[in-house]
DNA sequence: CGTTGGGCTCACC
DNA sequence: TGGTGAGCCCAAC
């Protein structure tokens, strides 16, 4: 058994990882929201730090501003990939000149 | 242990 | 689905 304290100090970044792997295929969540999740609303940036370092299997893609644009224009990831896997799930994108936007309406991710 | 820097967010023009 | 500016939390150095 291991200890509470043990399962606390887990980095932060891997309980990013771990609840971005439950956002359903077909909808997409804000930084913030994901942050909230993990009980520090204000730790948005810390989760965006987090998807950089995402290992393969976590859908970084569907974690986006809460604006519902796509945060990233051209650092590892380029935004291009992003939306093509975000339309692969089914989520409409749109093409807007400061850049690409998700209806967070109607694709927001809504945890029970 | 202080500083720095992020795929952010909110308040306020 | 404006544009800034300041604050936020955590990990890396």
Redesign the pocket.
């Known amino acids: 058994m291991r200890s509470n304290a043990q399962r606390s100090a887990l ?3 891997q309980k990013v990882h771990a609840i971005a792997k439950k956002i359903p295929r077909g909808y997409v969540a ?4 994901l942050a909230s999740l993990l009980a ?1 609303p ?8 987090a ?2 370092h ?1 290992p393969d299997d976590v859908p ?2 569907r ?6 644009r796509i ?2 224009e051209n ?3 380029p935004a291009e990939e992003q939306v093509r896997l975000l339309e692969k799930d089914g989520v409409v994108v ?1 093409r ?1 000149e ?1 850049g690409w ?1 998700v ?1 967070m309406k109607k694709f927001g991710w809504r945890p029970k």
Do not use: C, K, N
């Open positions: 980095p932060f970044y804000s930084y913030g929201q520090t204000r730790a948005a940036r810390i989760v965006g730090a998807m950089r995402a970084w893609q974690v986006i501003a809460s604006s519902g945060s990233i650092i590892e990831h749109e807007r400061s936007f209806d």
